[in-house]
C-alpha cells in the first residue's frame, strides 16, 4: 500500500504521525509513506537556511518534537539566539533553538556545497529514522520558493516575507494577497509527481489550506497530477467550528475570499477531492463527491491522531476499492 501525502508543519505533521501509529498498532508494516512538505514558508536567517515544514516534520515524526509547541526541538537551550541578540544581529522575532541551529547549519552547507534541497531532506531524514519506518519525506520542490504577504495599505506596494507576518505579527497586519516568489518556474522535486501518480491513497492531513497546501498545490504540474492520479484523495478539515485548531487559517482564508467553514475548504480541491472528513461540529449536506464523513477531529492525543488518520485512510481505500469495482 503506496500512501502520499502533502503537508505543512504542526497539524500535518500531527496527523502523519498519528497515521504512523495507526499503520503500526494495525500491524500493516508493508505501507509506505512518501510526504510531499511545503517549502513556501523557507527563509534564509543568519545566513542560514531555514525550512520551519520540513523541520517541523522530521523532529515530529522522529520524535524528538517539543510537544507543547508543536514544533522545534524538545529540551532545547538558545545560547546561541541569546548570544546573537547581544551582538544585535536581526530578526530577533523568529526562535532558533541551539540543536535546531545544528539543522540549519547542516543543511546550509550542503546546500553551499551543490546538494539540492531533497538531496538534504533525505540525509535529516536519515537522521530521525525515518527510512527505517518506510517514510520519505521529499521538499515539494528544489526550487527555492518563499511565500510573501502583500499588506493592505491601499497601494498594493509592501510585501514582507511570510514568516514576518505570521511569526511577528501573528497574521494581525491586514493582508491584500499572497504571493509565492518562486513559485510560477519551480519544478517538482524528484519523485513528487511519482509518488502521487504511483499512490494507492493520497492524503491530505488538516494543515493550513491556504498557506500549506494552497503552496504545494501551485507547485506546476503536482495539481494535474492529483486530479489524473488513480487513487482516491482523501482530505481533513482543519477546521473545527468554523476556526482553525491552532494558527491563523481564518485570515488565510478571508484573504483569499474563502468562508472558513469546512465546505469552503473543500471547494478549494473541489477538482481532485473524492472524500473529505469533517468534525461532527460542521454539518455538510450528504453529496456524491466528495464523500463527506463527520467524526471528532480533534488531535487531542496520539491516540485521537491515529484514529482520526485511520479513519481518512480507510476512506480512502474503501474507495478505491468502489472505484476498481466499477
Ligand atoms: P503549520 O505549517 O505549522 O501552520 O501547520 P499546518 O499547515 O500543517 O497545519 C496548520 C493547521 O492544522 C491549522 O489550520 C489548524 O487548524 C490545523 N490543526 C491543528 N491541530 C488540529 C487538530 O487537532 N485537528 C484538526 N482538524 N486540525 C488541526
Ligand atoms: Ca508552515
Known amino acids: 500500500m503506496r500512501i502520499t501525502a502533502l503537508a505543512g508543519g504542526v497539524g500535518g505533521a500531527r496527523f502523519l504521525r498519528g497515521l504512523l501509529h495507526h ?58 539566539a541569546a548570544e546573537l541578540a547581544a551582538l ?19 543543511r546550509s552547507q550542503l546546500l553551499a556545497q551543490g546538494m539540492p534541497l531533497s538531496g538534504v531532506t533525505a540525509r535529516l531524514a536519515s537522521r530521525w529514522g525515518l527510512p527505517d519506518r518506510r517514510v520519505t519525506l521529499l521538499p515539494m520542490t528544489d526550487t527555492p520558493v518563499e511565500t510573501h504577504v502583500v499588506l493592505d495599505e ?30 510560477d518556474g519551480a519544478t517538482p522535486a524528484p519523485g513528487v ?18 498557506v500549506s497546501i494552497g503552496i504545494i498545490l501551485g507547485v506546476p504540474g503536482v495539481r494535474d ?15 473545527i ?46 453529496r456524491m463527491r466528495p464523500v463527506v464523513t463527520a467524526r471528532p477531529l480533534l488531535m487531542s492525543s496520539l491516540e485521537a491522531a491515529a484514529d482520526i488518520a485511520g479513519a481518512a485512510f480507510d476512506l480512502g481505500v474503501r474507495l478505491a476499492a468502489k472505484d476498481s469495482a466499477t
Open 23 to 80: 499503520l503500526e498498532r494495525t500491524g500493516d508494516e508493508a505501507a509506505e509513506l512518501t510526504v510531499i512538505g511545503n517549502t513556501g514558508d523557507d527563509i534564509t536567517l543568519f545566513g542560514l537556511r531555514v525550512c520551519p515544514d520540513l523541520d517541523t516534520l522530521l523532529y515530529t515524526l522522529g520524535g524528538a518534537v517539543d510537544e507543547g509547541q508543536g514544533w522545534g526541538r524538545a529540551d532545547e537551550s538558545h545560547h546561541v
Open 88 to 106: 544585535g544581529a536581526t530578526p530577533t522575532w523568529f526562535s532558533l533553538g541551539d540543536k535546531d541551529f545544528a539543522t540549519h547549519i547542516y
Open 154 to 183: 491601499g497601494d498594493g506596494s509592501r510585501a514582507i516575507h511570510f514568516q514576518q507576518w505570521w511569526v511577528r505579527h501573528q497574521a494581525a497586519l491586514p493582508a491584500e494577497r499572497f504571493v509565492v516568489a518562486g513559485l
Open 193 to 210: 509527481l511519482d509518488a502521487i501518480r504511483a499512490a494507492d491513497v493520497v492524503l491530505l492531513p488538516p494543515s493550513n489550506p491556504v
Open 225 to 239: 497530477a492529483l486530479r489524473g492520479a488513480r487513487a482516491p484523495v482523501v482530505g481533513v478539515s482543519p477546521l
Open 241 to 286: 467550528g468554523g476556526r482553525p485548531v491552532r494558527g491563523h487559517a481564518d485570515v488565510c482564508l478571508r484573504t483569499i475570499g474563502v468562508a472558513s467553514t469546512s465546505e469552503a475548504v473543500a471547494g478549494l480541491y473541489a477538482d481532485f477531492l473524492d472524500g473529505w472528513l469533517v468534525d461532527d461540529a460542521d454539518p455538510m449536506a450528504g
